[in-house]
């Protein structure tokens, strides 16, 4: 065996450390890419529920509306007035309709998979046959907090 075989036998430590260095680099490249893949799914599940959730008090003043009927719905948010009110508790009841709280929620009080959530009516009344709701739904995301807003004109289509 001649000495040109032996130093080709095997592989010089420059080239491990090279090898070593390019596997670690991609290796570091692909867990950055799965954490901000991880992060991005996990903010679209909460944007989704929040989205859901301001949905679902909408469907809540539709369901007065319907159930009370144009002028009953319209004068008993004329009473209660335009501004702000805390949709935490979803009104089952025309007394619990009635008996909205006004003013911000002051809690995330809406738990959902881990997260909690709070949900804000913003009612601007318009005219005697229109009402404008907009629900916002905000949730916190570790220091910032994050929200979603669902927007409905209610009208006297009859």
């Known amino acids: 065996m001649s000495i040109k075989n032996k130093l080709q036998a095997g592989q010089s430590i420059v080239e491990v450390l090279i090898a070593t260095g390019v596997v670690a680099l991609v290796m570091t490249a692909l867990m950055a890419a799965m954490t901000l893949s991880l992060q991005n799914s ?4 909460y944007k989704a529920l929040a989205t859901k959730l301001g949905q679902e008090g909408m469907e809540t003043f539709r369901q007065f509306r319907n159930s009370l009927g144009w002028e009953s719905f319209y004068t008993l948010l004329n009473d209660q007035g335009s501004g702000e009110y805390c949709l935490n ?13 006004s003013g911000e929620c002051a809690d995330y009080a809406i738990s959902r998979t881990g997260v ?21 739904v905000s949730w916190q995301d570790g220091a910032d907090v994050k929200s979603t807003t669902v927007t409905q004109y209610f009208k006297n289509w009859r």
């Open 42 to 45: 996990s903010q679209a599940k």
């Open 89 to 101: 508790a979803i009104p089952t009841q025309t007394a619990q309709f009635q008996a909205l709280v």
């Open 116 to 136: 909690n959530f709070k949900r804000d009516l913003n009612l601007q009344i318009i005219s005697s046959e229109e009402i404008k709701f907009v629900v916002t």
